[in-house]
């Protein structure tokens, strides 16, 4: 008998109608007599409610009270797929994170899964259950509820796969499966069959937000391949999975960008050994994830500027701490918030030369500027004016030939 993990997104599981809907894709699991273990998000638009909720009481609204409230969705979600579930004849019950439980480690709001106990939920299993289980949520050595970071649920699901050895990971979402670039924003993108973890992973990091980047690093360190499908239609989705030969003689698998990225530059900042540190170590502390980075050095060697990206949401405090920094000492900063990053992805890269010419050559042939670049083995990242975006992703996706 296998054992099948099913999760469900947000818009999956937007309505009552959806729900109906998807206990019977449940359904037809069961039937095919697999254990059938279901990770459900909340209803599309409740986590962001509650969100708006907390702002509305503080803006310094406590963490740990924080993650108890914005955890809530999912037990609405949960409770009415297994009320619907008994409804139409099967066993089921919700499971909420600390009653399984599962167990997280690190801060609030970003914290991960170390470890689920499964006794229960095995137990349930074998007498023919469906465990409805929330995502995106655990307890903490304080038995405090935790979350693992927006659109945590898909890494609830593969770590599940994980602790129940199962034999499938099944997230069920919006979309028909990975596309080339995000469907909803260029129409000529291509369904992807195949992908390999690490190109998912940096299309994920890189804002294709079809799946959360932690889910598709527990995915790659545990061996679990993940099929990505709708829940609406009926069609063979993506699969993710580890590197194989006999797969993919594409160069570039995909077009990943972001929205809400913002560029900082500190110009005329005394230069001496370790002042890039000196800025940087408050903005980490205070939790701000530093993205794509270039310094300069004035021709005397004495003074430098620097440029680096961060999310637009960490802006202000980003600012107040640059400006509140005794150790460094500048002339000028200056912020954009319009600025955008994107980028091509593809293992084909490695062992095919010009790519980055090819890249650059086609944002030239439409006259937008590079403003950052950054490269890794498998991506190339360009940060450019947002109004930009559009009419970059499609001369990339038509130079890549994915159209
Ligand atoms: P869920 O609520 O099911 O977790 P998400 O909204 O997190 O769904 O992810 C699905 C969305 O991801 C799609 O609606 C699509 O617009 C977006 N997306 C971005 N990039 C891609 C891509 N390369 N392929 C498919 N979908 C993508
Ligand atoms: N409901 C949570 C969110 O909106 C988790 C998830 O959807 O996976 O981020
Ligand atoms: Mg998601």
């Given at each position: 008998m296998k054992t099948v993990v099913l999760k469900f997104g947000g818009t999956s599981v937007g309505s009552i109608d959806r729900i109906k809907k998807v206990c019977k894709i449940i359904a037809s699991y069961k039937k095919k007599k697999n254990k059938v273990v279901v990770i459900s998000s909340a209803m599309s638009g409740v986590t962001n409610d509650l969100i708006n909720k907390s702002k509305q009481i503080s803006?310094?609204?406590?963490k740990a009270e924080y993650d108890a409230l914005v955890s809530t969705g999912e037990q609405v979600s949960c409770a009415l797929i297994a009320g619907r579930l008994n409804h139409i004849g099967f066993k089921s019950r919700s499971w909420l994170s600390w009653q399984v439980p599962i167990l997280t480690e690190g801060s609030y709001s970003v914290a991960r899964i170390?470890?689920?106990?499964?006794k229960e939920i095995k137990n349930y299993l074998k007498n023919n259950g469906i465990p409805i289980i929330t995502g995106f949520q655990g307890i903490n050595s304080k038995s405090r509820l935790n979350t693992i970071g927006r659109s945590g649920s898909d890494a609830t699901a593969i770590m599940f796969a994980k602790f129940l050895n199962a034999d499938e990971c099944i997230i069920y979402t919006d979309v028909d499966g990975v596309y080339t670039t995000d469907p909803r924003d260029y129409k000529n993108a291509k369904k992807i069959k195949k992908i390999f973890y690490d190109e998912m992973l940096e299309m994920a990091s890189l804002g294709?937000?079809?799946?959360q980047p932690t889910s598709v690093q527990d995915a790659k360190l545990n061996k679990i391949n993940i099929e990505v499908k709708s829940s609406f239609v009926k069609k063979p989705g993506t699969l993710i999975t580890g590197y194989s030969?006999?797969?993919?003689?594409?160069?570039?698998?995909g077009i990943s960008s972001t929205k809400n990225d913002a560029k900082i530059t500190i110009i005329g900042v005394k230069d001496r050994p370790g002042v890039a540190a000196c800025i940087f170590k408050p903005l980490s502390h205070n939790l701000i994830n530093v993205d794509m980075v270039v310094q300069n050095i004035s021709l005397n060697g004495k003074e430098t500027d620097l440029t680096f990206t961060i999310k637009s949401e960490d802006l202000k405090k980003t600012e107040k701490l640059i400006k509140q920094n005794k150790k460094i000492s500048f002339k000028k900063i200056s912020f954009d918030r319009e600025v955008s990053k994107v980028s091509i992805i593809g293992v084909?890269?490695?062992?095919?030369?010009?790519i980055t010419y090819r890249m650059f050559q086609a944002l030239a042939s439409q006259k937008i500027n590079i403003q950052v670049i950054s490269t890794s083995e498998i991506k190339i990242s360009v940060l450019v004016s947002s109004k930009n975006v559009k009419k970059a992703v499609a001369v990339l996706h038509k130079e890549f030939k994915l159209d």
């Open positions: 803006n310094n609204f406590d170390i470890h689920i106990v499964t294709s937000k079809v799946m030969k006999s797969f993919s003689d594409q160069i570039i698998t084909g890269m490695i062992t095919t030369p010009g």
